[in-house]
């Protein structure tokens, strides 16, 4: 069986059309996802600043500082499940710092929640990649 230049051309090219048609559609709801997602964390991002300004301009301190308490928890709960599923040599080191930043901050200023299981997780997540900065 004889395989013309054409027929080559054609394949190649129906393979690499193949490959445009996957990722676009692949990519369009993932975009969308994603922006989604941006815009959702932008948004909680201002829920729990407004509150946290307006009970510091209140002078409700308490407040305040459990709201920023929560972010905190949050955050550390957040970063420790991404690098707990990236590979070790993926882990960026300002990851690593904010962590241990955290870490410093936690053994300064103890804190239990009414969430024994979230107190849990945000102390493994801290043992685990603080060290490591």
Do not use: C
Not at 1 to 22: D, E, P, Q, W
């Amino acid at each position: 069986m004889k395989i013309s230049r054409t027929n080559v051309v054609v394949g190649v090219a129906s393979f690499l059309l193949g490959i445009a048609v996957t990722v676009s559609a692949a990519w369009f709801p993932l975009s969308r996802y994603f922006a989604t997602f941006s815009a959702n964390v932008s948004a909680s991002e201002i829920v729990f600043s407004a509150g946290a300004l307006n009970a510091l301009r209140s002078g409700d301190t308490t407040n305040a500082m459990e709201l920023l308490e929560i972010k905190l928890d949050g955050g550390i709960i957040g970063l420790g499940s991404m690098l707990e599923e990236m590979p070790p040599h993926l882990h960026h080191k300002n990851q690593l710092k904010q962590m241990k930043a955290a870490s410093d901050y936690r053994a300064k200023n103890p804190r239990k929640s009414d969430d024994p299981d979230m107190d849990a997780t945000v102390a493994a997540y801290l043992d685990s990649f603080a060290a490591k900065e």
